[in-house]
T-cell receptor
Framework: KNEVEQSPQNLTAQEGEFITINCSYS?????LHWLQQHPGGGIVSLFMLSSGKKKHGRLIATINIQEKHSSLHITASHPRDSAVYICAVRYGGSTLGRLYFGRGTQLTVWP | NAGVTQTPKFRVLKTGQSMTLLCAQDMNHEYMYWYRQDPGMGLRLIHY???????AKGEVPDGYNVSRLKKQNFLLGLESAAPSQTSVYFC????????????FGDGTRLSIL
């Protein structure tokens, strides 16, 4: 069954804290995406990775292919990081146009 | 550089009415997608297109039709709207397939009464 599980569902943090959001999936994948959905509803692609680690500013995404798990880290969190973070995967055997999405993690960072 | 533009942003329909949502991208992307987002659920793919003149069904295609007559435009049609189609609809595009980052529009909030 092609499921994408995210944890936690909701996360509250104080400004400056280190944040970790987790994503696990059930079978082998060819690509994993992390997306950010702003409070206004817009969705932005943060990372696309198939192995290892990527970093952009205060955001770091890692993936462990053997454990079928990815993490999104935010260092020195800020209130403007408050958003829903979404994990999506392309399974190796899936059709070209299909991503499977997690339900998202709602992050709230308080000043 | 506009990216992906969706029109309209909001719409209220009565059951049985029809409408078309327009998605336009100016990045010369081959792939375009229509998703719906419902509370408590992940984004679900309705239809997608891998190039001008092509369309394919996604996870939840029933009740929707699409057309990609021009590379830059991807239209989503509801022939006879139903309350179950009340949702937020997102269009996205990517240069290649789902191994490439997707660029999303701002969404269309559609309510069917």
């Amino acid at each position: 069954k092609n499921e994408v599980e995210q944890s936690p569902q909701n996360l509250t943090a104080q400004e400056g804290e280190f944040i970790t959001i987790n994503c696990s999936y059930s079978v082998g994948i060819s690509a994993l995406h992390w997306l950010q959905q702003h409070p206004g509803g817009g969705i932005v692609s943060l990372f696309m990775l198939s192995s290892g680690k990527k970093k952009h500013g205060r955001l770091i995404a890692t993936i462990n292919i053997q454990e079928k798990h990815s993490s999104l880290h935010i260092t020195a969190s800020h209130p403007r990081d408050s958003a829903v973070y979404i994990c999506a995967v392309r399974y190796g055997g899936s059709t070209l146009g299909r991503l499977y999405f997690g339900r998202g993690t709602q992050l709230t960072v308080w000043p | 550089n506009a990216g992906v533009t969706q029109t309209p942003k909001f719409r209220v329909l009565k059951t049985g009415q029809s409408m078309t949502l327009l998605c336009a991208q100016d990045m010369n992307h081959e792939y375009m997608y229509w998703y719906r987002q419902d509370p408590g659920m992940g984004l679900r793919l309705i239809h997608y297109s891998v190039g001008e003149g092509t369309t394919a069904k996604g996870e939840v295609p029933d009740g929707y039709n699409v057309s990609r007559l021009k590379k830059q435009n991807f239209l989503l049609g509801l022939e006879s709207a139903a309350p179950s189609q009340t949702s937020v609809y997102f269009c996205a595009s990517s240069l290649g397939g789902t191994d490439q980052p997707q660029h999303f529009g701002d969404g269309t909030r559609l309510s069917i009464l």
